[in-house]
């Protein structure tokens, strides 16, 4: 990859739409110290009144949490906003990919706002259009384009979903991968996948739950000639994992698990199917963002859990559950870095703005993209079974 595929943006200035990256903020914001900015956006969001839906991403700060209308994973959140087809603007608190799918599951009519732009995802940024279409190619030279399925991970760029729908692939989502992966499976006899951008969430649902062994999950590197990989490689594989991963949850080591059984004998270890093999390996329960929230709701009084996901959620189901010990599985603050870019001034200058009739930050999907991308969101939806939750 050179610097014009990914150029290097100063910070505020220049944005990169066809990347999960974006740094201009037009206009000013009110200062962090500002001690009215509570009052402010409460007075904004009254304002606006129904013609306004925020939307919180359950890892967002707290401080912007208490403005959400519903909190929750990032594609409940999109279909939340879909559900509220009167709402003028929809108020995306979360990052870039998300607020693209909001804009693509909602009406034409509705504008989506990402209160700040630079608010991307680097897992989403790990597989860009360019790449995948590459890496296809290459698919199509060691003769086995015909027999693999595109699936993508809903933290993705709208044009990979809408790759994976032009090519007879689907999304999925961290509750219903080993689903989808039954439906890709079984899409064409002796089938691969392609399985986009996170290579855990690809080769945890493989290996633990559909059985596929670790011999025949490779990885595609998209920085190397030809994925790092031969055409033989590629030929014996049933799973091509994407080299790309979260950088919260790739943060979680096998060691700190080991550290914390032995300081707290009985503990519950609760991770995110995002995090690395070895990890969940160890761990006792793995599972989606909301899977995380119902367990530890549902646990009794008096237990021990270590959680392995971004540490927002962590502190609140702390704060939240007094009578249970929660602590953080990692030796250091791993807060999502670009998630928390949405705070309190911006959320207050997209409110303030959008109250004044000035429309900020509104993210677009164009109609063809937003096509594709549809049909790789529909097929999901159309699986049987299980929830569709990150």
Known sequence: MSLVDLPLLPLGKGRDLDAERGVECPGDLPAASDPDLVARARAAKEALGERVFVLGHHYQRD??????DVTGDSFKLARDAAARPDAEFIVFCGVHFMAESADILTSPDQQVVLPDLAAGCSMADMARLRQ??????AMADAGIQDLVVPVTY???SADIKAFCGRNGGLVCTSSNADVALDWAFA?????????????????NTAVLQMGIGLDECVVWDPLQPGGGLSAEELQRARMILWKGHCSVHGRFSED???????????????????????????????????FIIKTIEAAEPGTVWAIGTELNLVKRLADAHPDKTIVFLDRNVCYCSTMNRIDLPHLVWALE??????VVNRVTVDPDTEADALV?????????GKSHRD
């Not at 899409?187 to 080769?203: E, I, M, N, Y």
């Not at 703005?353 to 000035?358: E, I, P, Q, V, Y």
């Open 63 to 68: 401080e912007v949490i208490q403005f959400a």
């Open 132 to 137: 995948v279409e590459d890496a296809w190619d």
């Open 154 to 156: 809903m933290n993705s």
């Open 187 to 203: 899409r064409k006899p002796d089938a691969k996948v392609l399985f986009l951008p996170d290579q855990h969430l690809g080769r």
């Open 256 to 290: 700190v698990v080991d550290e914390l059984r032995a300081k707290h004998p009985g503990i519950n270890v609760l991770v995110h199917p995002e995090c690395k093999h070895e990890v969940v390996l160890k761990a006792d329960l793995v599972g989606s963002t909301e």
């Open 353 to 358: 703005n959008l109250a004044s009739g000035t």
């Open 376 to 384: 790789a969101l529909q097929r999901m939806l159309d699986l049987p």
